[in-house]
């Protein structure tokens, strides 16, 4: 089993930045491909981005650019910098862990309770 917890969202005005946390314990952390994913309000829930335990990443063509996801195995912890923050990123943030890369959340096993992000144009 791995715990997660998401920290670090909130409200911020279009154009800022947030960076969100990802505290796992449990099982080692290392071994996991991490993932982010967001839900808004009415919609699936969508791949945001990953990074594997070799630090191998991938991005939605949504936020590439923008968006920088990262790790520190020795923290148990997983983070998503967000820059150039725009309405659309508006949703409840989720990570995840998983065996691979993947990009689909149906492939993820461990998942967090999620942070909101808002942000107002």
């Known amino acids: 089993q791995v715990q997660l917890v998401e920290s670090g969202g909130g409200l911020v005005q279009a154009g800022g930045s947030l960076r969100l946390s990802c505290a796992a314990s449990g099982r080692t952390f290392g071994n996991y491909a991490m993932g982010w994913f967001r839900q808004a309000p009415g919609k699936e829930r969508e791949f945001v981005a990953a990074?594997?335990?070799?630090?191998?990443?991938k991005y939605a063509d949504s936020v590439k650019g923008r968006f920088t996801i990262s790790r520190d195995n020795t923290k148990n912890t997983l983070y998503l910098q967000m820059n150039s923050l725009k309405p659309e990123d508006t949703a409840v943030y989720y990570c995840?862990?998983?065996?691979?890369?993947?990009?689909?959340?149906?492939?993820?096993?461990?998942w967090g309770q999620g942070t909101q992000v808002t942000v107002s144009s």
């Open positions: 990074i594997s335990w070799r630090d191998s990443t």
């Open positions: 995840a862990a998983g065996s691979l890369l993947f990009t689909t959340p149906t492939q993820y096993d461990y």
